[in-house]
C-alpha cells in the first residue's frame, strides 16, 4: 500500500508513483499514434467522415455507457477492497480480545505466552496463504514443537493453528485454569477468527468473472482507437492530445479496478499485510509487557507490505 503525505493540487498532476501511468502508457501512445495519423489524414482519407454516422454525438453516447460500465466495475473492486481491510481490522480486534481474556485469566504465564503467541502465528499464517508465501520462519518462531510440524505439513495451515488454539482453550479448561464461562468467551473469539479466515479466502478464490474482464478490455481499447476518427472532423490537430486524455481515463479506470480486484497483493494499491501482521504482534506484546524483538517490514520507497 502507498503512504504519503496529501500533496498539492500541482504536485498531484506530476505523480509517477502510484499512479496507474507505469502499466497504461503503451496504450496511451498506441492511440496517440492514431490520433496523428487521423489528424495528417483529415483532408484525405477522413474527408468522408465529416457526413458519417461516426461523429462526436455517436461517441458521446457511447461514452456514457461505458463510463457506467466501467463504474460498476470500480464499485465492485472497492468493495472487495474495503471488505478485505475489515475483516483484517476483525482480526486485529479479535485478536487482542483473545490476549486480553486469556491474560486475565492466567495471567502473564508460559501458557498465556504460548497461547498468544498462536494467535500472532494464524495472523502470519493467514498472510501467507493469501499470498501464496512460505511463513515457516515466523511459524517456527511462535508454534510450540508439539504443533509445529503438524502446522507446517498441512495445506490451510491457518486452520491448522486455529484448530491447535481450540484444543489449547479446551485444556486449560479441563485443568481448571478456565471457568466454563471463560472457555466460551474464548471460543466465540476463536469462531470470529475461523469467519475472517474464511471471508479471506473467499475472496482471494473468487475473482471478478473472466468475461467481464474481456468485454470491458476489449471494448475500452476499440472505442479509444476509433475516437481519433470521430474527433478529426471536429477539432483537427487537437485530436491527439484530447484523444489521449480521454482515452488515459478510461484506461486508468479499468487499471484500478483490477489492482483493487485482489486486495492481498504485493501492488502499491494492495493492502500491506505484512504490516498489519507487525501491528497485531506489537500489540499483543505490548498487552504482556513484553518487548517486540522483531524489527518492522522494511518501507520499499513509499510503499507498506
Not at 476483525?90 to 486469556?102: D, F, P, T, V, Y
Not at 475500452?220 to 490537430?237: H, K
Not at 498487552?287 to 520507497?301: E, N, R
Request: glycine share 6%; net charge neutral.
Amino acid at each position: 500500500m502507498i503512504v504519503r503525505n496529501t500533496p498539492s493540487w500541482f504536485r498531484l498532476l506530476f505523480v509517477w508513483h502510484g499512479s496507474v501511468l507505469p502499466r497504461i502508457w503503451p496504450r496511451l501512445l498506441m492511440v496517440l499514434a492514431v490520433g496523428l495519423v487521423a489528424a495528417g489524414l483529415r483532408h484525405w482519407w477522413l474527408q468522408s467522415l465529416r457526413d458519417s454516422s461516426l461523429s462526436i454525438p455517436t461517441f458521446t453516447l457511447l461514452g456514457v455507457s461505458l463510463a457506467i460500465f466501467l463504474g460498476f466495475r470500480n464499485s465492485v473492486s472497492y468493495d472487495r477492497f474495503w471488505e478485505a481491510r475489515k475483516l483484517w481490522g476483525a482480526l486485529l480486534i479479535a485478536s487482542r480480545s483473545l490476549s486480553r481474556q486469556m491474560l486475565a485469566a492466567l495471567g502473564d504465564n508460559d501458557d498465556s505466552r504460548r497461547f498468544i503467541d498462536g494467535v500472532c502465528a494464524f495472523a502470519y499464517a493467514l498472510k501467507a496463504q493469501l499470498r501464496g508465501l512460505d511463513a515457516e520462519a515466523q511459524l517456527r518462531r511462535l508454534l510450540p514443537a508439539d504443533a509445529l510440524e503438524k502446522v507446517l505439513a498441512g495445506r490451510f495451515r491457518p486452520a491448522l493453528i486455529l484448530a491447535w488454539l481450540g484444543r489449547e482453550a479446551q485444556r486449560l479448561q479441563h485443568a481448571g485454569q478456565l471457568s466454563e464461562l471463560q472457555w466460551h468467551a474464548l471460543d466465540r473469539n476463536l469462531n470470529t477468527l475461523s469467519e475472517i479466515l474464511g471471508g479471506c479466502e473467499r475472496i482471494a478464490s473468487t475473482p471478478m468473472p473472466f468475461t467481464y474482464r474481456v468485454l470491458l478490455n476489449r471494448t475500452i481499447t476499440i472505442y479509444c482507437l476509433l475516437l481519433p476518427a470521430g474527433l478529426v472532423t471536429s477539432i483537427g490537430w487537437l485530436t491527439p492530445p484530447i484523444a489521449v486524455f480521454i482515452a488515459y481515463t478510461y484506461f486508468a479506470l479499468e487499471q484500478i479496478a483490477e489492482e483493487l480486484e485482489d486486495p492481498f497483493g504485493t501492488e502499491g494499491n494492495d493492502l500491506p499485510l505484512a504490516t498489519l501482521c507487525h501491528t497485531i504482534e506489537s500489540s499483543l506484546r505490548e498487552m504482556q509487557g513484553l518487548p517486540l524483538d522483531i524489527p518492522a517490514p522494511p518501507k520499499q520507497g513509499i510503499y507498506l507490505h
